[in-house]
């Protein structure tokens, strides 16, 4: 688990039953080393029971694989990606190993990062920033799962896509250029959504999306799932979307609990624009949806959003009952 006043990450490992391994703790800038056996010492100093009852324990306690944690402190969300590269090289999270994270966060941090092409070491760091390590641990292999549980006033996925909780595919991969991209896959390539990824993947002003997966190379698979924690039920979404046998990342950026952004507050409070007019600027300047008299005569932004959001779900629809009726003998 990493904790600080940017994020948390907590990595989770299944190891056969073994000697235990040391456990670190670290914690800004001190840590704490307490080995399992010195706990379990302890720990059974205290609670020896006689030797008969013991034997008995002994024949009745069922055998389960020792689960290690690691825990650590980061200040720059990006900087977690030293513990993906220490938790690769240990083999609690190996490269190819489909590993899921688990995203608590108010943004996403999907942007697109540097191209990372050596071997994996804790200097993969450099090659990202806050807002992209996410895609730098899918394109270095060490996850193949993200799953976003996105709070009500984050909408970098849930805005004008999908209603809910919905899976999209994608490889990530390197172009010609030697540039990062992201490309959509299966019946996220075809779906009505597939043109509203240039606002989430993109790096410098540029989107990073392309519809040609044949043309990267070193491309690896990877999942989003995205939880809207406004309107699922995310509990019960968060189990079902966890592959509870793949290792597991826990993070968690603080703002998922309360967030402002500050650049908001000072333009509110220099032109007293509103929060929808914000919210307009924002479509506007993403160009997404389409825009035109229509979409500006839905009323304000939350009427609009609502009814783009009904349009995705009737083109979902549409196209499931397509596919069904080209699979029907």
Not at 5 to 27: D, H, N, Q
Not at 110 to 121: R, S, W
Request: glycine share 6%; hydrophobic share 45%.
């Amino acid at each position: 688990v990493a904790l600080g006043a940017g994020a948390a990450l907590a990595l989770r490992s299944r190891r056969a039953a073994e000697k235990p391994s040391p456990r670190v703790v670290g914690l800004g800038k001190s840590s704490v080393r307490v080995t399992v056996e010195e706990r379990a010492d302890a720990a059974a100093a205290e609670t020896a029971p006689t030797k008969p009852a013991a034997a008995a324990a002994a024949r009745t306690k069922p055998a389960v694989a020792n689960q290690d944690m690691v825990l650590g402190v980061v200040e720059e969300h990006h900087h977690v990606l030293k513990y993906y590269a220490r938790a690769a090289k240990a083999g609690a999270m190996p490269v190819g190993g489909n590993a899921t994270i688990l995203h608590l966060d108010s943004h996403a941090d999907m942007g697109v990062p540097l191209a990372y092409n050596k071997a994996l070491a804790p200097d993969v760091e450099r090659y990202s920033a806050i807002n992209d390590f996410m895609v730098m641990a899918a394109h270095v292999g060490v996850a193949e799962h993200l799953v976003f549980v996105e709070p009500p006033w984050s909408n970098q996925f849930r805005c004008c896509s999908y209603e809910g909780s919905a899976t999209f595919t994608f490889l990530v991969g390197v172009d010609a250029a030697g540039k990062i991209q992201v490309a959509p896959t299966g019946a996220t390539a075809r779906g009505p959504e597939r043109t509203r990824f240039g606002h989430i993947f993109w790096r410098d002003g540029e989107q990073r999306v392309i519809f040609a997966p044949e043309t990267l190379r070193d491309a690896r698979p990877f999942r989003v799932t995205v939880i809207n924690e406004e309107l699922a039920d995310v509990a019960d979404a968060v189990v079902a979307a966890v592959d509870p046998a793949a290792p597991l990342v826990l993070d968690v950026d603080l703002d998922y609990f309360a967030t402002e952004n500050h650049g908001a507050m000072n333009l509110r409070a220099a032109t007293g624009v509103s929060d929808g007019d914000l919210m307009t600027a924002y479509h506007l300047a993403w160009d997404f949806p389409d825009l035109g008299a229509a979409y500006l005569a839905k009323g304000d932004h939350a009427a609009r959003d609502a009814s783009d959001a009904a349009a995705y779900e009737a083109a979902a629809r549409r196209r499931v009952v397509a596919a069904a009726g080209d699979a029907a003998p």
